[in-house]
């Protein structure tokens, strides 16, 4: 059982800036970020595979950055230029094995097997 932690959520002003954690028990192969607005259903934000490989969703590229800490148990998503539409609650997602996660596959939720219970971010115009 991995059990994962997140941190770095808050309210900030659009145009500003967050950075999501998460901490894992143990090392996971492939790990990602999804977010959660009121109403809408669960969205991949970004993925990164044990290769470095990454995945973001179009929404985000150029703004969001996912990386894992020198410990490869912990994941980060640097976030700039936050927009309003960004609100919602983020999770981090693993998947131990990597198994049939790979390309856009990274984005899907049920590809993955363990959740962190969510940091609220809010944006406000």
């Known amino acids: 059982q991995v059990q994962l932690v997140e941190s770095g959520g808050g309210s900030v002003q659009a145009g500003g800036s967050l950075r999501l954690s998460c901490v894992a028990s143990?090392?996971?192969?492939?790990m990602a970020w999804f977010r959660q607005a009121p109403g809408k259903e669960r969205e991949g934000v970004a993925g990164?595979?044990?290769?470095?490989?990454?995945r973001y969703a179009d929404s985000v590229k150029g703004r969001f950055t996912i990386s894992r800490g020198n410990a490869k148990n912990t994941l980060y998503l640097q976030m700039n230029t936050l927009k309003p539409e960004d609100t919602g609650m983020y999770y981090c997602?693993?998947?131990?094995?990597?198994?049939?996660?790979?390309?856009?596959?990274?984005?899907?939720?049920?590809?993955?097997?363990?959740w962190g219970q969510g940091t609220q971010v809010t944006v406000s115009s």
């Open positions: 143990e090392y996971v192969y492939c």
């Open positions: 997602a693993a998947e131990p094995t990597c198994g049939g996660i790979w390309g856009s596959l990274m984005l899907v939720p049920s590809r993955y097997k363990y």
């Open positions: 990164i595979a044990w290769d470095g490989s990454t």
